[in-house]
C-alpha cells in the first residue's frame, strides 16, 4: 500500500521532469560570392524543415568550425574539385548528418556533409571540431 501512495505521488512529477527542452538551433549558412548556382539563403531557409526528404531521418551532431582564419568552404561533393555552394565560419556550430570520403585536405580524407534547404554541401573533416569522428557521424 506504501508503494502505490508513493507511487501515486510521484507521477506527476515524471511529467515535468521529461518535458523537453527548447533548442536554440543551428547557425544559418552564409552564402559564398564564389558560388553562383542558386540566390543566397536567408537564415530562416538554412534552418527550415527537412522533414520527408529521407524516409529515415539521420541524427544530427553539432560541430563547430576550426583551423581556419575566418571562413571554410561548404561544396556540392566531398573534394576541392567540386563546385563551392556556402561559406560555413570559424566558432559557430553546424548541424553535420554523416561524412563521406573524398578529396584528402590537410591529412583528413572524410567530408561532413551539412544538410540544408535546399540539399546538401560538404565540408572538409579537417575545418570541424572532435565532435564530428567518423564514428559520431556515420557514413552516408
Known amino acids: 500500500m506504501k508503494f502505490s ?39 530562416d531557409q538554412s534552418v527550415a524543415d527537412l522533414g520527408g526528404r529521407d524516409l529515415f531521418a539521420r541524427s544530427t551532431r553539432k560541430c563547430k568550425i576550426v583551423n581556419v582564419s575566418n571562413r571554410a568552404f561548404c561544396r556540392s561533393g566531398p573534394g576541392t574539385n567540386y563546385p563551392i555552394k556556402y561559406s560555413v565560419y570559424k566558432g559557430q556550430e553546424y548541424k553535420f548528418d554523416c561524412y563521406k570520403k573524398g578529396t ?24 570541424t571540431d572532435s565532435r564530428c569522428t567518423k564514428a559520431a557521424l556515420g557514413k552516408c
Open 5 to 43: 501512495a508513493v507511487t501515486a505521488l510521484l507521477l506527476p512529477l515524471s511529467g515535468v521532469l521529461a518535458s523537453p527542452v527548447a533548442d536554440s538551433g543551428p547557425v544559418g549558412i552564409g552564402r559564398d560570392e564564389h558560388a553562383t548556382e542558386t540566390e543566397p539563403l536567408s537564415v
Open 104 to 127: 584528402c585536405h590537410e591529412g583528413n580524407c572524410t567530408w561532413d556533409r551539412l544538410p540544408h534547404a535546399e540539399g546538401y554541401c560538404y565540408v572538409s573533416g579537417a575545418y
